[in-house]
């Protein structure tokens, strides 16, 4: 049975950060990551006939998004992909765990982890995230090393991680 | 300066290397290796997650956060991804969707899967937008009941089911009263109106717009006067209080209508203009401390911060519809050291000049120009000097960035005093592209604190609606 349009559309506005994530990890561009999430959501639109139901949709546009990723990487003349292809596979399996999640949850307590961060933390997720800055401007605008902004974003990771697991469960000490 | 990761280099260091491609073949074969296992993969997902909703979603709340021990914090020019391309690709992709769905969808029909109470959805949010009620904001892709949206700041978009769609600007107070349907009770905001949503309506103060397909703005001032500006196709304006037919609006037609009151005044210049290459200059003027030189019939002087000046005049005099609206700008420097008559190239003819400035926070000022030619493009330029050398105790660079939204155009840094004043240089983007609603939006970021982001002179030329020099607005 064919999905409605209406569907598709409401489950990519859902997952639109997810499916954008994805793309990006392959592409590791963010204007090229736009384009392949643009195309990709209209080829959604199109082949609406072959696409069973809700359910199905995340896989197909995952698998739609990684063949396009690769192939825009083809275009631009960076092949071979630096994560092979069995990688791939199983990257596509542990993001496939949570199709069908609101985002909503996981931006609350991230919302919660990022503000119990120190500002130097904030400041440089700031830079690097919301403002677009590559690490090495990250480095230049906060005046170290950019060694240090990418063990720096590391270790920022790796606390939010921590701290959205705890909030998941319930565990939340302010 | 080295830019390797170290041997013994944590998992997550690797995922913050390698999705800023700065990864080299060893330590790619490295990262590839700990990505085999679920644990890291897990992680590594992640980390993409945290990163996109921190660009989409939280990048606001970090708006208020600076480096605390950090040295030569000079912020070179930003690449072009930063947070208005964010909304860009947002809305793009918004729009994208509405207009595939162009065709398949009337706006008599039903979708069946939506609940029977909802008749719009969230399309987009800007990353700085607040809802004055202090919630979380609303989750894309939501369905939105009937009922009001109290916007504090930033934008908001959402698509009604008849395909309608608005972009709210904050502060605003926005009510969706049906599926094609809705009243704005304060601020602004534009609509786009494909033929399938034909009839959608918007009332506002005793003012009844009702859409014939088209694009449109629609602001409503402190005095619950509502202007309307048609950008594309035809609108109909009725008044509650008025007195026979409704009064058409077609594309470049601008009106103020007063509902209470049931009057209504149309932009004289709307039927008399017609589109022809102009210059306009605009300076920026300090109120207190008012020029020796009288004002040259070629400039359009303010000296009111923040505000909107519509029907600005061309170099020959002539009245245009352009229209130019500030924000943010907190203060004026004086300029009563003028002792020469204006002149764009001489930027220290210039001298007062407004300024964005905290002293806790960096700031941001912005100005807009409106009633443009959508699609066009535009040479646009702005004189930012700093008329003095910097007090003694503060820093000596007065540096700012100076920066076009969702444009090609790249951002420009610039110290005010020695490349703004000393050397008088001016910022030129040549090539800007009036957005769908005919505007151009310039940001003024001072990133630091204890800095000033300055605006003394502005010049614009491009393809404008102008009208005779008899005719006066």
């Known amino acids: 049975m064919a999905i409605e349009h209406n569907t598709i559309m409401r489950v990519l506005m859902r997952d639109r950060a997810k499916l954008f994530a994805y793309i990006w990890s392959i592409v590791r561009d963010v204007h090229l990551a736009e384009d392949v999430l643009q195309e990709v959501s209209l080829l959604a639109l199109d082949k609406s006939a072959t696409i069973d139901s809700e359910q199905a949709l995340p896989a197909w546009l995952r698998t739609t998004a990684r063949f396009r990723s690769l192939r825009t990487l083809e275009n631009n003349h960076r092949l071979p992909a630096p994560l092979d292809d069995r990688l791939l596979d199983q990257l596509d399996e542990q993001w496939g765990k949570s199709d069908g999640d609101s985002p909503g949850d996981l931006i609350d307590a991230l919302r919660h982890c990022v503000a119990k961060l120190t500002p130097r933390a904030r400041w440089m997720l700031r830079l690097r995230y919301a403002d677009g800055m590559s690490g090495v401007d990250v480095a230049n605008a906060s005046g170290i090393q950019p060694d240090s902004v990418y063990k720096s974003l590391g270790r920022i990771h790796r606390t939010l991680a921590d701290c959205i697991r705890r909030y998941d469960r319930g565990v939340v000490h302010d | 300066m080295t830019d390797r990761p170290s041997h013994d280099a944590d998992f997550a260091e690797l995922a913050a290397r390698y999705l800023d491609d700065r990864l080299d073949a060893p330590d790619l074969a490295v990262f590839s290796e700990l990505m085999r296992d679920p644990a890291n993969q897990a992680l590594f997902i992640e980390i993409c997650m945290q990163s996109r909703l921190i660009n989409e979603t939280l990048g606001v709340e970090l708006e208020d956060e600076r480096p605390v021990h950090t040295k030569n914090q000079t912020i070179d020019r930003r690449p072009k991804y930063v947070l208005p391309a964010a909304l860009a690709a947002a809305v793009a992709l918004a729009l994208t969707l509405w207009l595939v769905l162009f065709g398949l969808q009337t706006a008599e029909d039903e979708p069946s899967h939506t609940s029977t109470s909802a008749v719009a959805m969230l399309t987009d949010l800007s990353p700085d937008a607040k809802f004055a009620d202090g919630r979380h904001p609303l989750q894309l892709g939501g369905d939105l009941p009937p009922g009001s949206i109290r916007l504090a700041a930033g934008r908001a978009q959402i698509m009604f089911t008849s395909s309608a769609v608005v972009d709210l600007v904050g502060p605003c107070e926005f009510e969706?009263?049906?599926?094609?349907?809705?009243?704005?009770?304060?601020?602004?905001?534009?609509?786009?109106?494909?033929?399938?949503?034909?009839?959608?309506?918007?009332?506002?103060?005793?003012?009844?717009?009702?859409?014939?397909?088209?694009?449109?703005?629609?602001?409503?001032?402190?005095?619950?006067?509502?202007?309307?500006?048609?950008?594309?196709?035809?609108?109909?304006?009725?008044?509650?209080?008025?007195?026979?037919?409704?009064?058409?609006?077609?594309?470049?037609?601008?009106?103020?209508?007063?509902?209470?009151?049931?009057?209504?005044?149309?932009?004289?210049?709307?039927?008399?203009?017609?589109?022809?290459?102009?210059?306009?200059?605009?300076?920026?003027?300090?109120?207190?401390?008012?020029?020796?030189?009288?004002?040259?019939?070629?400039?359009?002087?303010?000296?009111?911060?923040?505000?909107?000046?519509?029907?600005?005049?061309?170099?020959?005099?002539?009245?245009?519809?352009?229209?130019?609206?500030?924000?943010?700008?907190?203060?004026?420097?004086?300029?009563?050291?003028?002792?020469?008559?204006?002149?764009?190239?001489?930027?220290?003819?210039?001298?007062?000049?407004?300024?964005?400035?905290s002293k806790h926070r960096p700031t941001q000022a912005s100005l807009e120009l409106s009633n443009l030619i959508p699609g066009e493009r535009y040479e646009v330029s702005i004189v930012t000097a700093r008329s003095w050398p910097a007090e003694q105790g503060y820093p000596q660079a007065r540096q700012a960035i100076y920066r076009p939204d969702g444009q090609s155009d790249e951002a420009v840094t610039l110290d005010a005093y020695q490349q703004g004043w000393v050397q008088g240089r001016a910022v030129t983007w040549s090539d800007l592209v009036a957005d769908p609603m005919g505007r151009l939006t310039i940001q003024l970021q001072s990133p630091q604190v204890h800095r000033s982001a300055y605006l003394n002179a502005l010049q614009i030329i491009g393809p404008m609606r102008v009208g005779d020099r008899e005719t006066q607005p």
């Open chain 2, 176 to 357: 969706m009263t049906g599926a094609n349907q809705g009243v704005l009770h304060s601020g602004e905001m534009d609509a786009y109106v494909p033929r399938e949503a034909r009839g959608f309506t918007v009332v506002s103060h005793g003012v009844m717009v009702r859409d014939l397909g088209t694009r449109f703005h629609l602001r409503v001032d402190e005095s619950d006067v509502t202007r309307v500006n048609v950008v594309e196709g035809v609108v109909e304006v009725s008044l509650q209080h008025g007195q026979g037919r409704p009064i058409t609006l077609h594309a470049g037609d601008m009106g103020r209508f007063d509902g209470p009151a049931g009057t209504y005044a149309l932009d004289p210049l709307a039927a008399r203009t017609r589109i022809t290459t102009a210059t306009v200059r605009v300076d920026f003027a300090d109120p207190e401390t008012p020029s020796p030189h009288a004002a040259e019939a070629s400039w359009n002087v303010i000296d009111q911060l923040n505000g909107v000046i519509d029907n600005l005049a061309d170099t020959e005099g002539r009245p245009t519809t352009l229209s130019l609206s500030t924000s943010d700008f907190t203060g004026s420097r004086a300029n009563q050291q003028r002792d020469q008559p204006i002149d764009w190239a001489d930027p220290q003819s210039l001298i007062g000049v407004w300024y964005s400035f």
